[in-house]
C-alpha cells in the first residue's frame, strides 16, 4: 500500500527554482533602508513546495497539473558563501508558514540552500528527520538558489520547490517530493508531540528516488528494486547478487528509515511522495517500533487477506495513525503514475470483520479517536489515551501484540468507555475478552485459527495435536502459526520438542515443523532447521512467567498439517 522514493538535490540543478525578486537575488528591504558599512544585512523569505493533491473524484488519481504552493515547515535553511566553496556562513530553521532569517555579510556573493531536513534538539523536543537518495549513495537533497551579492541592503529571497510536471508525464527536476515527504512527517512528528511534549525522537532517513520502483525479484535499495513502500529497523541479511553493498553503511544489507516509491514509469508506475497517508502509515510503524511494541512478523498483505493477529494489528494501526495525523478517514494511495488510486473509507463498514483482519483493526482504532457518533460508535478519545496504550501496556503485555492486547490496556485505563469499547468490538465480530482472545469463536473460517493460544505446561504434554494451515509463501496467513502459552512458576530450564509424525482429525502429519520462543516480544530461540519431523530448544534457564511458543509447519498447504508439542524440566 505504500510506495518508496528517494531525492537527490545535492546532485541537481535546480537553481532555476529559486524564485522571488530579481529570479531570486538579493533586493532591499521594503523600507528601502541599508545598514551601515562593514556589517551584516538581513536576508529572509520564504521556502515552499508545490503539493500535488488528490482529485475529488475517488479513483481518478493525483491533479498534477493544479499544484498547491505550501510552506516548507521547521526545515533546515543555510546561507553559503559561493565564491569560498559554499561555506556556510549562517543557518535557521523555517517557522510554521515556511519563513526564514538570518544575518550575513555585507558585499558577499550568497546562495540560499532550503535541505530536506527537519533537526532540532532541545526541551521542545528532539529529532532529526531527513530525505536521502538510497540509489545515490544516501545523499541528502537540498534545494540550491542562484548565487547573489549581498550588497548593503536587507533583501528577500524565496525558494519554491516544483514539481517538475509539464502537460501529461514529469519533464523537469522533481524537487517538490523530498518536501512533501517530510512535510508529512512535520504533521506526523506534531502528533506525537501534542500527545507527549518535549519528546526525543531517535534519527530517522526517509529513501526516495525517482527510480524507486515496485520490483518483486532482485529486491536491491540501492538500485531502486524496493517493492513497495515501507518502513525498516534496518537488517544484515545475505545479498541480493546484483546488489551492491551501501558505501555509507558497509556491513548492513538495508539502513534502517522509510523507503518510498517514485517511480512514474511513463505513467505505469507507482509514485508515493503526494500519498500523505502512505507516508504516515510508514511513520506509523517508525513510532511501534521506537516508542511501542510490535511483533509482527511483516510479509505480503492486501486488503480482504485474513492475516496473523500481529500483523493485522500492525497494519491497522499503521492505516489508523495515518487517518488521525491528517484528520481524515479517506485512505487514498495513487496509481498508475498519477492517473489512478485506490484505497478505503475508515468510515465505512467493510466487510471480512474480525481479529485477523487490518481493515477491523483501522476502523477500530479510527472510531475510537474519532469525535464523530456513528451507529454503534459513542467513544471519541482522541489521540492522547490511544498512545498511553501504545507506550504503556501494549509495550509491556505478555501477549503477542494484537488487538486484544491494546483494547485490554485501553479498557484498564478508561473504566469510563468500556461499554462503548466493546460496543466496537462486536460491531467488527470481536469478542470482548482478555488480552490472550480467550474464548474467541470467530474462526475466520480457518480450521486451525482457533483457540488462538493453547495452554502448555512443563511436563504435560497436550493432549491433542497443534495443526496449521496456510500459504507458506505467505507465512502471515491466519491459521498459519499456532501460538500456545507457557507460564512458569519460578526459573525453570525447559526442552520444547515438536514432532510432525502427529496427525489430527482434519490434517496429515507435518513435514518441517519450526519453533520460536519469546518472552514479552522478544525472540528468545528459534529452531527452524529443514531436518524433516522434529524439532527441539533447550532453553537453560527459561524465567518466571508467561512466554509464547510458536509452531507451524514450514511446507504447510492448504491442507493442515499437524504436530504434537512437549515441553520438558530439566
Known amino acids: 500500500m505504500a510506495e518508496r522514493h528517494s531525492l537527490r538535490f545535492a546532485l541537481l540543478s535546480i537553481a532555476a527554482l529559486a524564485l522571488g525578486a530579481c529570479g531570486g537575488q538579493g533586493d532591499n528591504d521594503s523600507a528601502g533602508n541599508p545598514p551601515p558599512p562593514g556589517t551584516t544585512v538581513t536576508l529572509s523569505g520564504k521556502i515552499t513546495f508545490d503539493r500535488i493533491v488528490f482529485q475529488t473524484t475517488l479513483r481518478t488519481g493525483l491533479n498534477p497539473s493544479s499544484p498547491v504552493e505550501s510552506p516548507a515547515r521547521q526545515i533546515t535553511v543555510e546561507a553559503l558563501d559561493a565564491s569560498s566553496g559554499n561555506t556556510i556562513l549562517a543557518t535557521t530553521t523555517t517557522d510554521e508558514a515556511g519563513n526564514y532569517t538570518f544575518q550575513v555579510p555585507t558585499n558577499r556573493m550568497v546562495r540560499v540552500r532550503a535541505k530536506a531536513e527537519m533537526a532540532q534538539t532541545g526541551s521542545g523536543g528532539t529529532w532529526n528527520f531527513r530525505v536521502l537518495d538510497n540509489t545515490q ?50 504533521s506526523a512528528k506534531k502528533q506525537i508531540l501534542d500527545a507527549v511534549a518535549g519528546t526525543a525522537f531517535p534519527a530517522l532517513n526517509l529513501y526516495w528516488s525517482k527510480d524507486n520502483r515496485p520490483t518483486v525479484a532482485n529486491f536491491c535499495t540501492t538500485s531502486g528494486d524496493i517493492g513497495t513502500t515501507f518502513y525498516t529497523p534496518g537488517e544484515t541479511a545475505a545479498r541480493v547478487s546484483n546488489c551492491a553493498p551501501s558505501p555509507n553503511l558497509p556491513g548492513i544489507d538495508l539502513p534502517a528509515g522509510i523507503y518510498v516509491l517514485g517511480d512514474f514509469a511513463n505513467g505505469n508506475g507507482d509514485t508515493d511522495e503526494f500519498d500523505q497517508h502512505v507516508i504516515a502509515h510508514e511513520f506509523g510503524h517508525f513510532v511501534e517500533d521506537k516508542f511501542s511494541r510490535s511483533d509482527s512478523i511483516g510479509g505480503s498483505h492486501s486488503i480482504g487477506d485474513r492475516l496473523d493477529l500481529r500483523v493485522a494489528f500492525s497494519e491497522g494501526w499503521g492505516n489508523a495513525y495515518a487517518g488521525m495525523v491528517l484528520n481524515d478517514p479517506l485512505y487514498r494511495d495513487s496509481a498508475l503514475g498519477v492517473s489512478a488510486d485506490t484505497g478505503f473509507d475508515m468510515e465505512a463498514d467493510n466487510p471480512n ?26 467513544v471519541a478519545l482522541g489521540f492522547p489515551p490511544l498512545y498511553a496504550v501504545m507506550v504503556g501496556a501494549q509495550r509491556s503485555t505478555d501477549a503477542m501484540t494484537s488487538i486484544y492486547t491494546f483494547v485490554d490496556g485501553l479498557r484498564a485505563a478508561n473504566a469510563s468507555q468500556v461499554a462503548g469499547i466493546n460496543a466496537l468490538l462486536t460491531g467488527e465480530s470481536i469478542t470482548n475478552t482478555d488480552a490472550f482472545g480467550t474464548n474467541e469463536t470467530n474462526a475466520g473460517g480457518s480450521q486451525t485459527a482457533l483457540p488462538i493460544y493453547q495452554d502448555v505446561a512443563v511436563n504435560q504434554p497436550l493432549p491433542t495435536p497443534v495443526c496449521s494451515s496456510g500459504n507458506e509463501s505467505l507465512g502471515n496467513q491466519l491459521g498459519y502459526r499456532r501460538l500456545l502459552r507457557l507460564t512458569l512458576p519460578t526459573a525453570t530450564a525447559v526442552t520444547i520438542r515438536v514432532d510432525g509424525t502427529a496427525s489430527g482429525t482434519f490434517g496429515v502429519p507435518a513435514t518441517d515443523p519450526d519453533i520460536y520462543l519469546y518472552t514479552r516480544g522478544v525472540i528468545v530461540a528459534i529452531a527452524d532447521s529443514t531436518a524433516a519431523g522434529v524439532e527441539t530448544i533447550t532453553q537453560q534457564p527459561l524465567g518466571a512467567g508467561v512466554h509464547i511458543i510458536e509452531v507451524y509447519d514450514y511446507d504447510v498447504g492448504v491442507l493442515p498439517r499437524c504436530m504434537s508439542v512437549a515441553v520438558s524440566g530439566l
Open 137 to 186: 549513495s544516501a545523499t541528502l537533497y537540498v534545494l540550491d538558489g542562484d548565487a547573489a551579492d549581498t550588497g548593503t541592503a536587507n533583501a528577500t529571497r524565496n525558494l519554491r520547490a516544483t514539481s517538475g510536471w509539464g502537460t501529461t508525464s514529469y519533464t523537469g527536476t522533481r524537487a517538490a517530493a523530498p518536501f512533501a515527504i517530510l512535510d508529512t512527517v512535520y
Open 353 to 378: 470483520d474480525g481479529w485477523f483482519s487490518e481493515l477491523s483493526i483501522t476502523e477500530i482504532l479510527w472510531d475510537l479517536f474519532d469525535n464523530v457518533a456513528d451507529a454503534g460508535d459513542q
